[in-house]
Nanobody
């Protein structure tokens, strides 16, 4: 099993920044060293969309909503992934979910609310 705990969400004005963190824990981490972690978001009435992912080897990918403004990074020793969000816009308002794919299983965190005021 695997647990993901997000933190760092909140209310910010447009143009501001936030840093989200996601800490992974669980027995599966002791068995499989290779994984992909990432962030997705879901706004009311919208489908969940990709924000960014990072493989344990360091390769990253970004959704269109994140390119040029958000940066994903990870600390393998701490089993933690970060999402630095800059130049936030009101349309970035959503619940941000941490995701992990390990051994072909998909895990989700409970989500953290990000609200960007205009």
């Amino acid at each position: 099993q695997m647990q993901l705990v997000e933190s760092g969400g909140g209310l910010v004005q447009a143009g501001g920044s936030l840093r989200l963190s996601c800490v992974a824990s669980g027995s599966v981490l002791r068995v499989f060293s290779s994984n992909t972690m990432g962030w997705y978001r879901q706004a009311p009435g919208n489908q969940r969309e990709l924000v960014a992912t990072i493989h344990s080897g360091g390769m990253t990918s970004y959704g269109d909503c994140a390119k040029g403004r958000f940066t994903i990074s990870g600390d393998n020793a701490k089993n933690t992934v970060y999402l630095q969000m800059n130049s936030l816009k009101p349309e970035d308002t959503a619940v941000y979910y941490c995701n992990a794919v390990i051994a072909k299983s998909n895990y989700w965190g409970q989500g953290t609310q990000v609200t960007v005021s205009s």
